[in-house]
C-alpha cells in the first residue's frame, strides 16, 4: 500500500487509512490478551476442582485441647501429632513413633521454612524381634522391622540433615553385619557402611537402654546436627523408625587415637611428633569451636582419645557427643549428673556435679599427657607411683626429667624446646582450680607460638 493509499481519508468519520489500521492492530493486541487471561482462569478453576477436600487440610500447630498433649521431639524434629496420637498424653518419642494407624498427616517442621508432611500410615506392624531375627547375629545387633513402614519415605531432607529409612541403613551395613562393626561403647555399636550412591558412613545404632537411646539421640542432634568444622565429625543425617534411634556420620578412615597410641602397632608407633602435635592442635579447635564459636556453647564432656578420629592425613576429628550439654551465654556453669571417662574427668565437676568449658579444658589436658607418653590416664598395672599419669607427670617434670615423659615407642624424640611447650600446656590445663584454667583459644595460641617461656616446667 502506498504513501498516498494509507494518506487517504476514508468514510469512517474522515479518517486517514493509516490511523484506521493502527487502531485495528490495537485492538486485536487487546482482545489476545483478554483470550490469554480467561484461558488461564478456567485452567486455574479446573484444578481446584480436582483437588481432594483433605489435601489442603493442615493439623493444628497449637495445644491440642485439654489433656491432649504435643509430645517433644528432638529440636530439629518437631512432631506435631493428630488428635488421635495427641490423646496420649506425655507419651515418649519412641512410642509415639511405633503408632501405625495415626488418624490423619504428620507433620514434622525442622526450622522456620523447612516442613515435610507424611502421608497417613497404613497398618504395618513387624513380627521380628531383636533376638529372634532370621538374618543372623549381625541383625539381631542391628534389631528393628524388615522394611520401612508405608508412610516414611524413601528420601526426605530435613532442614540440614537426611532422614534415612531403616531399609537404607540395613542395606548399606549387609543386615547389620558382625563383620561391619567398627566401634562399641556403652551407649551403642558403630557400624560401617556404603550407601546406594557409594558413599562411605558409620552408623551409630543406639542401644535403648532405659531409654538412653532417644536421649542421646536429642542430645547429639541438637548439639551438632547443624555444625561444620574440620575438626568435628559431621552427623549426616539420622533414622527415626519404631524405637530404632540411629546416626549416620562421615565415615573418617584411620581408626581411633587410641588404636595408634596403645593398640598393637609394633616396637616403632607411626605417630611421630609432628603427627601427634597435629592432632593436639587439630583437637583444640574442634573444642574452642564448640566453646567459643557456638550460640549457646557446648560442652562434649567426654574428649578422650578414643572420641578422637583421624584420616589418612592425621588430622584429628573429634567425636561422640551423646554426653554435649549446651550452655547458655547467660549461665557460667550447669549442674548435672557426673558423666564421663574416669581419669579424664575434672577434680571440680566429679565432686560438685558443676559443669562447664573448663572442663573439657582438663580433659584435653589429660589428652596431651596421653600423646605425649603414650600412657593411659590411669594404669594399675604400673608401681604405685605411675598410676595416675597427672602425679606421676608432675614428679617427672619437678625432678627435671622432661625426657622421660617422652613415648619410648617414638622413633625420633622432639626437641627439648618443643617437648616443654607441650608439657606446659598440659600443665596449665589439669590446673586444680578450674579459673586459672586457659580458655581453648588461648591454648591454641600457645601452641602455635613461637617464642613462649618455658622456665615454669622445668620448675
Not at 144 to 160: K, R
Not at 428 to 441: E, L, N, Q, T
Request: net charge positive; aromatic share 6%; charged share 20%.
Amino acid at each position: 500500500m502506498s504513501d498516498s493509499e494509507l494518506s487517504r481519508s476514508t468514510v469512517v468519520f474522515g479518517l486517514r487509512m493509516w490511523v484506521l489500521v493502527g487502531i485495528g492492530v490495537g485492538a486485536a493486541f487487546v482482545l489476545l490478551l483478554v483470550l490469554i487471561s480467561v484461558l488461564c482462569l478456567l485452567a486455574f478453576r479446573r484444578r481446584r476442582r480436582k483437588r481432594p477436600n483433605g489435601s489442603a487440610q493442615q493439623l493444628p500447630t497449637t495445644a491440642p485441647p485439654k489433656n491432649a498433649a504435643t509430645v517433644k521431639a528432638p529440636k530439629d524434629i518437631q512432631e506435631v501429632p493428630s488428635h488421635a496420637a495427641a490423646a496420649a498424653a506425655k507419651m515418649p518419642l519412641a512410642q509415639v513413633l511405633q503408632l501405625s494407624t495415626p488418624s490423619g498427616p504428620i507433620q514434622i517442621a525442622t526450622g522456620k521454612e523447612h516442613h515435610i508432611t507424611y502421608p497417613e500410615q497404613q497398618r504395618h506392624h513387624s513380627h521380628r524381634s531383636d533376638a529372634g531375627s532370621s538374618h543372623g547375629s549381625g541383625e539381631g545387633r542391628g534389631g528393628g522391622a524388615g522394611s520401612a513402614p508405608p508412610g516414611v519415605p524413601e528420601v526426605s531432607h530435613l532442614g540440614w540433615g537426611h532422614w534415612y529409612t531403616l531399609k537404607e541403613l540395613e542395606a548399606a551395613t549387609e543386615m547389620f553385619s558382625d563383620e561391619k562393626v567398627i566401634g562399641e561403647g556403652g551407649y551403642g555399636i558403630v557400624y560401617h557402611g556404603v550407601l546406594e550412591n557409594g558413599t562411605q558412613v558409620a552408623v551409630k545404632n543406639l542401644l535403648n537402654n532405659r531409654g538412653q537411646a532417644e536421649k542421646e539421640f536429642k542430645v547429639e542432634v541438637e548439639a551438632i546436627g547443624r555444625v561444620r568444622h574440620k575438626n568435628l565429625v559431621r552427623l549426616l543425617g539420622y533414622c527415626a523408625e519404631g524405637n530404632q534411634r540411629m546416626l549416620v556420620y562421615e565415615y573418617v578412615d584411620n581408626g581411633t587415637l587410641e588404636q595408634w597410641l596403645h593398640g598393637d602397632v609394633g616396637p616403632i608407633s607411626p605417630l611421630t611428633w609432628d603427627h601427634r602435635m597435629k592432632i593436639i592442635l587439630g583437637t583444640a579447635k574442634g573444642l574452642m569451636y564448640l566453646h567459643e564459636g557456638l550460640e549457646p556453647k557446648v560442652v562434649h564432656r567426654d574428649v578422650k582419645s578414643s572420641n578422637i578420629l583421624l584420616d589418612k592425613h592425621w588430622n584429628a576429628k573429634l567425636s561422640d557427643f551423646g554426653l554435649a550439654k549446651l550452655l547458655g551465654s547467660e549461665r557460667s556453669y550447669v549442674t548435672t549428673r557426673v558423666m564421663g571417662t574416669f581419669g579424664y574427668v575434672a577434680p571440680e565437676y566429679a565432686g560438685t556435679g558443676m559443669l562447664n568449658e573448663t572442663s573439657d579444658v582438663y580433659s584435653f589436658g589429660i589428652l596431651i599427657m596421653e600423646i605425649i607418653s603414650g600412657r593411659v590416664p590411669v594404669d594399675y598395672n604400673r608401681p604405685p607411683g605411675e598410676v595416675n599419669l597427672v602425679d606421676w607427670l608432675k614428679t617427672m617434670v619437678s625432678s627435671r626429667n622432661s625426657d622421660g615423659v617422652v613415648d619410648p615407642k617414638m622413633s625420633k624424640k622432639p626437641t627439648s624446646r618443643a617437648l616443654k611447650k607441650a608439657l606446659l600446656v598440659a600443665l596449665r590445663c589439669v590446673d586444680p582450680d578450674a579459673s586459672k584454667r586457659p580458655r581453648m583459644g588461648h591454648v591454641i595460641h600457645m601452641l602455635e607460638v613461637e617464642d613462649f617461656p618455658y622456665r615454669d616446667v622445668c620448675q
